[in-house]
């Protein structure tokens, strides 16, 4: 696609070229036209004169009323573009690649609108889509850090989220290399799942290994932080983490700071057995372990 559109820029841009260079050798052209027939003309002809000279510049005029008019729609073009590159980005960043394309789809039919963040409603009826889907086979993770409340509270707002910020990349490489989808971060807590946005068969087992990979990843990161800053910087934190399969209904609410967000009994599940879990340790629910021995 960016190359047609570099193609067409390349033919448009030719075109300008021709148009500006014809336009200024027929000027000058006409320009010595008219100045031949005045010079051939006589004294007395004086309303020959202003005509003929008339002539050239009423067409310099008209060329360049023409390349104002041009530089205008490519002005105007070019803000169109920026804008709805600008608004393809924010909608990648915020949501993942169906309900993407849905949330573009109704911004172009008018029923949604995206200004700098913000998804409005648009024009609503009681026809209008709704960003929303249910899937029935998804596994739930819920990473919190224990102890952080305390440990943050005697630091620094940049230290703070200086460790959070490490701690989440972290999470964010392990979930790409598992091919977990994470839902967001809120606070010290962090969400994922499998099974949705994309259907995986083996969403359970390979969400209880994203768990283990985070919760070896964090035990090394805090061996780490305690070299750098003293033991007795990092002696009450830990991870703690909750996993539930089951019934997700995923979709985005059409209002202002708009995310993507998960709903149903399968992310209060998961959100109890995270506190209900013990520092280092993954807990599941029956359901996840019955498909964990499904599988084998």
Same mark, same amino acid.
């Given at each position: 696609?960016?190359?047609?559109?570099?193609?067409?820029?390349?033919?448009?841009?030719?075109?300008?070229?021709?148009?500006?260079?014809?336009?200024?050798?027929?000027?000058? +052209? &006409?320009?010595?036209?008219?100045?031949?027939?005045?010079?051939?003309?006589?004294?007395?002809?004086?309303?020959? %004169?202003?005509?003929?000279?008339?002539?050239?510049?009423?067409?310099?005029?008209?060329?360049?009323?023409?390349?104002?008019?041009?530089?205008?729609?490519?002005?105007?073009?070019? %803000?169109?573009?920026?804008?709805?590159?600008?608004?393809?980005?924010?909608?990648?960043?915020?949501?993942?690649?169906?309900?993407?394309?849905?949330?573009?789809?109704?911004?172009?039919?008018?029923?949604?609108?995206?200004?700098?963040?913000?998804?409005?409603?648009?024009? &609503?009826?009681?026809?209008?889509?709704?960003?929303?889907?249910?899937?029935?086979?998804?596994?739930?993770?819920?990473?919190?850090?224990?102890?952080?409340?305390?440990?943050?509270?005697?630091?620094?707002?940049?230290?703070?989220?200086?460790?959070?910020?490490?701690?989440? +990349?972290?999470?964010?490489?392990?979930?790409? %290399?598992?091919?977990?989808? %994470?839902?967001?971060?809120?606070?010290?807590?962090?969400?994922?799942?499998?099974?949705?946005?994309?259907?995986?068969?083996?969403?359970?087992? *390979?969400? #209880?290994?994203? +768990?283990?990979?985070?919760?070896?990843?964090?035990?090394?990161?805090?061996?780490?932080?305690?070299? *750098?800053?003293?033991?007795?910087?990092?002696?009450?934190?830990?991870?703690? #983490?909750?996993?539930?399969?089951?019934?997700?209904? &995923?979709?985005?609410?059409?209002?202002?700071?708009?995310?993507?967000?998960?709903?149903?009994?399968?992310?209060?599940?998961?959100?109890?057995?995270?506190?209900?879990?013990?520092? +280092? *340790?993954?807990?599941?629910? *029956?359901?996840?372990?019955?498909?964990?021995?499904?599988?084998?």
């Amino acid at each position: 696609m960016e190359r047609l559109i570099f193609k067409d820029n390349q033919y448009v841009s030719l075109a300008r070229v021709v148009l500006v260079t014809a336009g200024i050798s027929t000027t000058v +052209g &006409m320009t010595l036209w008219a100045h031949s027939i005045a010079e051939d003309a006589s004294e007395e002809d004086y309303d020959s %004169k202003v005509y003929v000279y008339i002539l050239p510049v009423a067409f310099f005029l008209q060329q360049l009323l023409f390349a104002l008019y041009d530089w205008l729609v490519r002005r105007r073009t070019t %803000k169109l573009v920026v804008n709805a590159a600008k608004s393809s980005e924010i909608v990648a960043t915020m949501f993942p690649g169906q309900f993407r394309v849905k949330v573009l789809e109704l911004t172009r039919v008018g029923q949604c609108e995206l200004n700098d963040g913000t998804l409005s409603e648009g024009s &609503m009826d009681s026809q209008s889509q709704s960003l929303a889907e249910l899937f029935p086979d998804v596994t739930i993770l819920m990473a919190d850090i224990s102890g952080f409340t305390a440990w943050s509270s005697q630091r620094e707002p940049h230290q703070v989220f200086n460790f959070l910020e490490e701690v989440f +990349g972290l999470f964010d490489i392990a979930a790409k %290399k598992r091919k977990v989808f %994470k839902v967001e971060t809120i606070g010290d807590l962090y969400v994922a799942c499998t099974g949705a946005p994309y259907a995986q068969a083996d969403h359970a087992p *390979r969400m #209880c290994l994203f +768990g283990r990979d985070i919760s070896e990843e964090f035990v090394i990161f805090i061996e780490e932080l305690a070299i *750098r800053f003293g033991p007795d910087t990092t002696t009450d934190l830990g991870l703690r #983490c909750g996993i539930h399969s089951g019934l997700v209904t &995923m979709g985005v609410l059409r209002n202002e700071r708009a995310r993507f967000q998960l709903f149903g009994d399968c992310v209060n599940m998961a959100s109890r057995l995270e506190s209900t879990s013990e520092p +280092g *340790r993954v807990q599941l629910s *029956r359901e996840t372990a019955d498909l964990l021995i499904a599988a084998g």
